[in-house]
């Protein structure tokens, strides 16, 4: 997949995640892999003794990573060689690593499997809450990233060319500033930093998609902090304080504490004057 706006491939995402992985768990040998065309392709390998893992593609329901995918669920083979509850299409590849114990973890993508992280052992090892936590924490980490992307490129998508701006009716307008706020609100869950980076990089650009070019922004004297700008935007399409707490995963005094201190900023007395204020400022699409 073609990088685009700032971002890494999806490969090179689960290839950090598989070598941050490979440095925090207990497992000597960590890969994963993304679905195309009905199948897992390994595209990042770690701490292998052997190449006979490299370029694997696993069939969706065969192998223990091919059975994670379909049920999405967590497979174990304490005992890889003579586990009964896996098709063995795959032995060549984990056996000739001298694998012994493998875990397989699905990326769970709005509720879809859309990979696969492995972790393995040489040696038969027992496999509890301490040594799987990290996989799955991993795991989740990815699938937030992944959400994330998807929801950016659909997004992108979907916002219009910069010189058809001026002459956005009003629905398209709408639709931009439900992205915004709808960007805001995942931004808001992702603790990578430099995700997050690129996230408000993008959340500029569809701010200023809709702005008036020919009127020059409004200076405004004080700087919101990313929180008002959250409240902000989810009060700019009619929200209530209770809709935007949960939407913001936060308590509804917080809401109304953001929301007032956004309103002395800009120097207005209402919430929609706020609103009209920070979109004259560029703060807002």
């Not at 192998?63 to 379909?70: K, M, T």
């Amino acid at each position: 997949m073609t990088a685009q706006a700032g971002f890494d491939t999806d490969d090179q995402l689960v290839a950090r995640a598989v070598g941050d992985l490979s440095r925090r768990t207990r497992f000597p040998v960590v890969f994963g892999g993304l679905e195309r065309s009905g199948a897992i392709h390994v595209t990042a390998i770690a701490g292998t003794r052997t190449r006979s893992i490299e370029g694997l593609v696993v069939q969706a329901s065969k192998g223990l990573g091919g059975a994670s995918f379909v049920e999405g669920r967590p497979r174990l083979a304490l005992d890889y060689r003579t586990s009964r509850s896996i098709t063995h299409d795959y032995d060549r590849a984990i056996l000739g690593e001298g694998i012994s114990t493998l875990l397989a973890v699905p990326v769970m993508v709005s509720g879809r499997a859309r990979g696969i992280i492995y972790c393995g052992s040489w040696q038969r090892s027992p496999v509890g809450d301490v040594v799987s936590r990290p996989v799955f924490a991993a795991a989740e980490s990815l699938s937030t990233e992944l959400r994330v992307r998807d929801e950016v490129r659909r997004r992108l998508a979907l916002a219009p060319a910069p010189e058809t701006t001026a002459q956005l009716p009003t629905a398209a307008r709408e639709e931009l500033r439900e992205s915004y706020a709808e960007l805001r609100s995942i931004a808001a869950s992702v603790q990578d930093a430099a995700l997050r980076d690129r996230l408000t990089q993008l959340e500029k650009r569809l701010a200023a998609l809709s702005s008036d070019a020919a009127r020059p922004a409004e200076r405004v004297d004080s700087t919101l902090s990313p929180r008002e700008v959250d409240v902000l935007a989810c009060c700019a399409l009619g929200s209530t304080n209770a809709e935007i707490a949960t939407t913001l995963g936060l308590k509804e005094g917080t809401v109304k504490s953001y929301l007032a201190s956004a309103m002395s900023k800009l120097d207005a007395s209402t919430r929609h004057a706020a609103v009209t204020r920070a979109r004259r400022a560029g703060i807002l699409p």
